[in-house]
């Protein structure tokens, strides 16, 4: 195995893992907040689309991403409304928001299968990205990539340091008491729910525009639900999602490099893997009970109503 | 927003009129889709929700869809009482159809009348199996049944994959990924002549009253009606939630596992890439529509069922997309959830302001 193999396999790992540093970013502001969001496959899902089309039909990428993010919010939107307004059960309303957005997306996606578009370009950093190994491993990746680490930094940072991230966890900890001292727990995990949600829907939008350019049919493959998963690993910490999306990139991207590496597998056994490392990594997580008990937002998809 | 009062205890009779009016919302939206795609309302309204149901043979269809939703549908309400969630029937569904598929292709050419009952044992092991797997990770490790009954739905999907594309690929079958057709004595009798209706309908109509009766006469489902609306007591009562678990998983499994039989046993007939366009999942929207109740998810399940056999239809006949079915699926249970809001809330009259003092309290 050659060197440029490794930085093929490792460069690959940080498109594999973009989405999913996303998406569980958003998910794990939504906890923090004491919302459990089911939904993510299907925000994911329509977030891919929306991304897919507008750019098809703008030729703008950053049109794409941005319709994306807007849909991604207006699906979070229904989910809060239901789910904060109305009072319905989480668990059951996030799971239909994941079957409604796979019927949408399908729905919306209906005329654009086999279409594709130029992909996001990578951001070649002059200099830098010619420096031999560390080069093409660090420095020749699209905007998002690095986009997404920056923005786990200020979330880790907002949700530790600021007032607002002391908010909210205040008020997924304890919304009563929250709410007792005057802080409007509705109003901000709608606003949690909505960061979200737009995420999801960035998430969704790189796997359509920059992984694989193009639209199929519930091509999120369950990477909502490996999100979701990733905020348990993470023990609801910024720093573990991006250990944990990473982890998992080179897992999903083990299955392509699976033949180049000799691995004489069948390639379906090779695709079950990222779906296998989710619960053996849920295992590991969850047998101690401290660790979760210790982290998990205490009202965590619980309802509360000021009254 | 007119302000909500939470009613002294759950209106039963918003209890049974909100699926009702999440039907109802479904069918306004479904007409104003129409419309948004450019089909006389009325008409498409027709083609879809009327049409398929109005022959002998359309109503064949319709039975032949409802029965793995109601299979599936009756299994997750078990589990949704008492608190599991469990969300991979469709990978349930699939183990059962590949264990009950072994068997047909293992005893290919013996007629003999042991065969289909030995593939429908099969297949509720195979499900079972499935199952068990999330319920022993929930009960030793803690670990969301959520998140790993779904992740193996993915996997049981690969394996299939795996088995039609390699070992169980038809030699003889111009290199398509499927089996060979299942023999006379692996396939599921029809019941109707010039009807796709099988066996597997009544089977179903069976579990639906197995399952009233462990609900509504045995302690074990009284312990997991408990164990879901008030976990505290279950507990204080000394009822055991890891047995809830198992239980709920595994006789979910089991009856996803003899739906995945009723597919390939029936209309297949033989394995094939995918056995399922989402059985399982849209059972879980049937569970809920149906109220949880075992005669509740066999309405649902019809429900259900015309959406698929009306999305056809209109596919055929207007060329609408038929990614719409899943739509109006997910619609529905949107309604649903937001019309459950009136069981346990209802609007708050408007203050009458006060304006003669003597009505004034002292």
Known sequence: MNSDYVIAFLASTAGAATPLVLASTGELVAERSGVLNLGLEGIMLVGAVAGFSVTLHTGSLGLGLLAALVAGMALALVFAFLVLTLQTNQVATGLALTLFGIGLSAFLGRDLVGQTVTPLPRLDLPILSDLPFVGPLLFRFDGVVYGSLALVAVVAWLLAKSRIGLQIRAVGEAPHSAHAIGMPVVRLRYASVLFGGALAGLGGAYLSLALTPMWAEGMTAGRGWIALAQVVFATWKPRGVVLGAYLFGGVTVLQFHGQGLGLAVPSEFLSMLPYLATIVVLVIICRNPQTILLNKPMSLGQNFRAD | ?362
């Open chain 2, 1 to 362: 927003m007119p302000r909500l009062e939470a009613r002294p205890e759950p209106s039963r009779a918003m209890m049974l009129a909100s699926p009702l009016l999440a039907a109802l919302a479904m069918l306004a939206t479904g007409s104003l889709l129409f419309l948004f795609l450019g089909q006389e309302p009325l008409h498409a309204f027709y083609v879809y929700f009327i049409k398929p149901a109005s022959t002998a043979y359309g109503v064949g269809e319709l039975l032949l869809k409802a029965t793995p939703l109601i299979l599936c549908g009756v299994g997750l309400a078990i589990g949704f009482r008492a608190d599991v969630h469990n969300i991979g029937a469709d990978g349930q569904l699939t183990m059962g159809a590949i264990a009950a598929g072994c068997v047909a292709l293992y005893f290919d050419g013996v007629e003999a009348p042991w065969v289909l009952p030995l593939m429908l044992v099969a297949g509720a092991l195979g499900g079972m199996a499935w199952a068990a797997i999330p319920a022993l990770l929930r009960t030793r490790f803690n670990t969301s049944e959520i998140l790993v009954s779904l992740m193996l739905v993915y996997i049981a999907y690969l394996f299939l994959s795996y088995l039609v594309h390699g070992p169980l690929r038809d030699p003889a079958g111009y290199n398509f990924p499927q089996s060979k057709m299942f023999g006379e004595s692996a396939t599921l009798p029809l019941l109707v002549e010039g009807l796709r209706l099988n066996a597997a309908l009544p089977l179903s109509l069976l579990c639906v009253l197995g399952a009233w009766f462990f609900c509504k006469h045995t302690f074990a489902g009284y312990r997991m009606r408990i164990g879901g609306m008030a976990p505290a007591a279950a507990l204080y009562a000394g009822f055991s939630a890891p047995k809830n678990v198992w239980l709920a998983f595994l006789v979910s499994g089991a009856l996803a596992g003899i739906a995945g039989v009723g597919e390939v046993a029936g209309p297949l007939g033989q394995l094939q890439p995918s056995v399922s366009p989402g059985y399982g999942f849209a059972a879980i929207i049937v569970a809920y529509v149906g109220r949880l109740h075992p005669v509740g998810v066999l309405l649902a399940s019809l429900l259900m069922s015309l959406l698929y056999i009306g999305g056809e239809s209109a596919q055929i006949e207007l060329q609408l997309p038929s990614a719409i079915t899943g739509l109006f699926q997910g619609l529905l249970l949107f309604y649903l959830l937001a019309a459950d809001l009136f069981i346990h809330y209802r609007f708050k009259p408007r203050q009458r302001a006060l304006t003669n003092p003597a009505e004034i309290p002292a």
